[in-house]
C-alpha cells in the first residue's frame, strides 16, 4: 500500500506571499493529483501529473518521479486561496486513489 | 461540465437505522466511488463500482454495502448505523482508463446519534 504524506500540515501566511505545500510517497505511482476542499467539502481537481510540471493560473504543481515527491505551488497568494489541498496517488493498474492527510492553508489579508 | 451530486448535504439518524446515501453523475461514467473523510485521517476508499452491478470493497467496506442498478446512480448503504460512522461522506466519478481525474460530489455530513 502507498504511503503518502504531506507537509505542512497547516500553514499560514501574509496575502501575496509564495506558497509551497509538499507531497511524498512511498511507492512508484502513475498518476498523482492535487485537489482543493473548501469549507463546506466540496473537492475540486486542480492537477493531474504524471511526470515534469503544470500550471495554472497562479498555480504550479511539479512532480520528481525519482525522489517520489510532488510540491504545490502558489504565487501571490489570496485569502480565497485559503482551503485544505490535497495529494492522491494513483498506483500502476489500479483506478484508486490514495489520500494524503490535507494541508490546511490560510491566507492573512 | 461534468456534475456528481449527492442526495443530502446534511443527515441526522438514529443508532440501529439503515441509511442510504445517493450519488448521481450525469457524464456516463464507468467508475464511481464512496469515500468517508475523518479529521487526521484524510479520504479511505468504502466501495468501488466499475460497472452496473459491479463492485469492489474498499480499504474499510465494513458496516456499509452498495448498490448499482444504473450506470449513473451509486448508492451507499449503512444496514444498522453505528455512532463510528458519524463522518462526511464523499461520492466521486470517473470515465475510467488511465490518467482520469475524479469529480467529486459535495458531500454529505452524516451524524448518528
Known amino acids: 500500500k502507498n504511503e503518502v504524506e504531506q507537509s505542512p500540515q497547516n500553514l499560514t501566511a501574509q496575502e501575496g506571499e509564495f506558497i509551497t505545500i509538499n507531497c511524498s510517497y512511498s511507492v512508484g505511482i502513475s498518476a498523482l493529483h492535487w485537489l482543493q476542499q473548501h469549507p463546506g467539502g466540496g473537492i475540486v481537481s486542480l492537477f493531474m501529473l504524471s511526470s515534469g510540471k503544470k500550471k495554472h493560473g497562479r498555480l504550479i504543481a511539479t512532480i520528481n518521479i525519482q525522489e517520489k515527491h510532488s510540491s504545490l505551488h502558489i504565487t501571490a497568494s489570496h485569502p480565497r486561496d485559503s482551503a485544505v489541498y490535497i495529494c492522491a496517488v494513483r498506483n500502476f493498474g489500479n483506478e484508486k486513489l490514495t489520500f494524503g492527510t490535507g494541508t490546511r492553508l490560510t491566507i492573512i489579508p | 461540465d461534468v456534475k456528481v451530486t449527492q442526495s443530502s448535504r446534511y443527515l441526522v439518524k438514529r443508532t440501529g437505522e439503515k441509511v442510504f446515501l445517493e450519488c448521481v453523475q450525469d457524464m456516463d461514467h464507468e467508475n464511481m466511488f464512496w469515500y468517508r473523510q475523518d479529521p487526521g485521517l484524510g479520504l479511505r476508499l468504502i466501495y468501488f463500482?466499475?460497472?452496473?452491478?459491479?463492485?469492489e470493497k474498499g480499504d474499510i467496506p465494513e458496516g456499509y454495502s452498495v448498490s448499482r442498478e444504473k450506470k449513473e446512480r451509486f448508492s451507499l448503504i449503512l444496514e444498522s448505523a453505528s455512532t463510528n460512522q458519524t463522518s462526511m461522506y464523499l461520492c466521486?466519478?470517473?470515465?475510467?482508463?488511465?490518467?482520469?481525474?475524479?469529480?467529486f460530489g459535495p458531500g454529505t455530513r452524516l451524524t448518528v446519534l
Open positions: 463500482s466499475y460497472d452496473v452491478k459491479m463492485k
Open positions: 466521486a466519478s470517473t470515465l475510467g482508463g488511465r490518467g482520469n481525474e475524479q469529480f
